[in-house]
């Protein structure tokens, strides 16, 4: 026992110093001279002798091994935001579609802004938004500026449009298609843009309902973007259109975007910007 006791007792004891260490001849420890705490801590057996000096991280290496958890730590999650923005957004512009770049043209984002902080609870509900409002009003902008603050939030978001969901189904067999609606599914948001568009075939019709139904049956919530007013979805034309409108009302609860044109007045900013260049006129 006494062996063994002074085998485990030279166990890290006489280890070499480094130049940044001492020894404390009140402890018998190693100590850091730059914080002057110990590098060992003793383990005594029951009768006070020390056994055991195992190495232990002094408060300057244990700050700088803190600085270092917390950097890769924020690098993982910045890793992590940039993976699910890769994969949530198809349109690279989206990228720029934020809360802090929003110009101010349209109140009603303050709603979409809400729906972010209370995106945990609208999530248990299943409960996403519908906007709607004339083309050219900032629906897009505002769906994407939720994309972008959800997966900030690292919220698995994946944003696509009517018309390229429509294209992509098209040239697929059935069952790939169920693959693809449990692919989008996976996502904890789903934004798709402009509801609306492309129903002028009945298959296309088909494919929307499918599309919103197998969404509404996973539980989890969408947010989707219309030209058309509430009352066209309240009082739709035929019976396949009533199946999607309905869903979606009952899912999603509406925002009225109404600002005056974005586009338009974007359009009349370029020329008078470019008539101020061109003929050399004062703004
Ligand atoms: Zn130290």
Known sequence: MNSMRE??????????LAEDEYLNEQDGLVYCRNCRTPRQTAIRTSDGGIVFCPPVLCDCKRAEHDVEDAMRAA???????????????????????????????????????????????????????????????????????????????????????????MNYMMGMAGTD????????????????????????????????????DSRCQSGKPMLITTNLSIGQLREPRDIPHARIFDRVLAHCYPIRINNTQIRQRAAEQNIAEAKRLLEGVAK
């Open 7 to 16: 085998l485990l007792g030279n166990l890290f004891r006489d280890r070499t």
């Open 177 to 212: 298609r169920n693959a693809y609606l449990d692919e989008l599914n996976r996502y904890r948001l789903l934004v798709i843009d402009d509801l609306g568009v492309e129903h002028d075939s009945s298959f296309a019709v088909e494919q929307v309902f499918s599309v919103i």
């Open 75 to 165: 690098k993982r999650k910045a890793d992590e935001i940039e993976h699910l923005k890769r994969d949530g957004f198809r349109d690279r512009r989206l990228l720029e579609y934020t809360f802090d770049n929003d110009k101010g043209y349209n109140p009603e984002i303050a709603r979409a802004k809400r729906y972010v902080e209370l995106f945990p609870d609208m999530e248990a509900r299943g409960m996403g938004l519908l906007l709607w409002g004339n083309v050219g009003t900032g629906k897009t902008f505002i769906a994407a500026c939720v994309a972008n603050a959800l997966m900030e939030q690292r919220v698995s978001v994946y944003m696509t449009n009517f018309s390229r969901v």
